[in-house]
């Protein structure tokens, strides 16, 4: 079974902190995504990830960053977190084809 | 641009059907997906369909898929209180780089 973890389940963080996101995939998945889930606008995709080392932003990377060391962890980074980036963050792997992609458990984030 | 719409609502009874639908855009999508949440959880795959089909089941789930009108539905027959969750339809953008989901729909079973 594919699994991704995410480091936190629940995180709460002070407006001008800098908050890193840990994401894990054990099945070997050349791609990784991060997307935040708010109430009444779905998923929305933040970064995404083709290789160790490269990424590509999504609909809405301002105010965020991602890292990509090695090919089973993603990170996502808030710089200087905000009131506005309160959400819930989920990460996700797919294979090179891309078919599919496997969600982690999702990180609720609460930036005070 | 692309976009995937669902309706936000459904409630129904326990033991009966459920009938979630949504439209797409333009999509590149060799596979259309339905992936559930349960609450507090992350999604989980549902269920596909190959974008040449226009139907598949899988015990209680059944996937209708007509592609000239960009309409998928997901259909849960006998529908139980462990089925509510929010139910998200996904396909991949034209350029086939990104999955786009739709808002998601609450489904709400009472017994």
């Known amino acids: 079974d594919v699994k991704v973890t995410q480091s936190s389940r629940y995180l709460v963080k002070r407006t001008g902190e800098k908050v890193f996101l840990e994401c894990v995939q054990d099945m070997d998945h050349e791609n990784m995504f991060w997307y935040r889930q708010d109430p009444g606008l779905g998923l929305r995709l933040i970064y995404f990830s083709y290789d160790v080392k490269m990424k590509e932003k999504g609909d809405i990377p301002e105010g965020y960053s991602v890292s990509r060391e090695k090919k089973e962890r993603f990170s996502l980074i808030l710089e200087s977190a905000s009131t506005n980036q309160t959400s819930m963050y989920l990460c996700?792997?797919?294979?090179?084809?891309?078919?599919?992609?496997?969600f982690g458990p999702g990180t609720r984030l609460l930036v005070l | 641009g692309e976009d995937v719409e669902q309706s936000l609502f459904l409630s129904v009874r326990e033991g009966d059907s459920s009938v979630i639908n949504c439209t797409y855009t333009?999509?590149?999508?060799?596979?259309l997906y339905w992936y559930k949440q349960e609450p507090g959880a992350g999604l989980q795959l549902l269920t596909y369909?190959?974008?040449?089909?226009d139907m598949k089941q899988d015990q209680r789930l059944t996937v209708l898929l007509n592609k000239k009108d960009k309409h998928l539905s997901l259909r849960i027959a006998d529908t139980q209180t462990g089925d509510s969750a929010i139910y998200f339809c996904a396909v991949f953008n034209q350029a086939g780089t990104a999955l786009i989901f739709g808002k998601g729909t609450t489904l709400s079973v009472s017994s």
């Open positions: 369909i190959f974008s040449n089909m």
């Open positions: 333009d999509s590149s999508s060799t596979y």
């Open positions: 996700a792997s797919s294979p090179l084809d891309g078919e599919t992609q496997y």
